[in-house]
């Protein structure tokens, strides 16, 4: 074979390849910033609280069932259900993917129990906070784990400050925790749930009645 033939051979199969990372480049889906998907699931929630909040107020069920239907998609509960349980997803792994499933009924109706107190109050959005091209691209790399988005709520009364920590995950941006007000939810459950494992002694016993204490209700410890 002579020396232009394999010159060619190496030029074509050189070619092929940088062809191959031109296509994959172009191909790869562009990641969106955070706060478009958290301004438009916070719009579709507030809007239908608004629009059916007397008759969810009589059935709290039927409105857990429709944050559900809103909110599962975007909420990485995995993620955040670990968290929660902190050290004794090492001591206690086998229990990690039952209190997932706990958690997530206690979360949901937490947020929706929350709403449905507000009376007949009218929240609106007033700001949601852009990410900087910079925050997204250390996303991207890896440099940072999560991106805050800051959104400013408008009460009847007064204005609140809400920071959701986003995560992008199975394809799309996920909340994995949200403070309100300076009150870091996913750090609130935490402590619950190490102050629940200290009094009842076992985390099986926490996960199993996770419903139950999370509603006050005293328990048998061991049970």
Do not use: C
């Not at 968290?83 to 001591?91: A, I």
């Not at 870091?184 to 619950?192: S, Y």
């Amino acid at each position: 074979m002579s020396k232009t033939i394999v010159v060619s051979i190496r030029q074509f199969f050189f070619g092929v390849f940088t062809l191959l990372l031109a296509s994959t480049a172009l191909a790869a889906p562009q990641i969106q910033p955070p706060e478009i998907e958290v301004e438009k699931i916070t719009r579709n929630l507030l809007n239908l609280f608004d629009k059916n909040k007397e008759e969810y107020k009589k059935d709290r069920d039927g409105f857990v069932k429709e944050v559900d239907r809103l909110l599962s998609p975007v909420v990485a509960f995995d993620q955040i259900a670990r968290y929660v349980m902190g050290k004794y997803t090492r001591r206690s792994p086998e229990q990690v993917d039952k209190f997932e499933a706990t958690f997530k009924d206690s979360l949901l109706r937490f947020y929706s129990n929350a709403l449905l107190s507000l009376d007949d109050t009218r929240l609106t959005i007033e700001s949601v906070e852009k990410t900087s091209e910079n925050q997204l691209k250390k996303y991207i790399a890896g440099d940072i784990s999560r991106i805050p988005v800051k959104m400013s709520v408008r009460t009847s009364t007064r204005s609140v400050d809400i920071f959701y920590s986003m995560v992008h995950t199975d394809g799309r941006w996920k909340l994995r925790n949200i403070t309100v007000d300076g009150i870091n939810i996913a750090k609130q459950f935490q402590t619950q749930f190490a102050d629940a494992v200290d009094r009842y002694g076992k985390v099986e016993t926490v996960v199993d009645n996770w419903a139950e204490i999370m509603r006050g209700k005293d328990i048998k410890a061991g049970k």
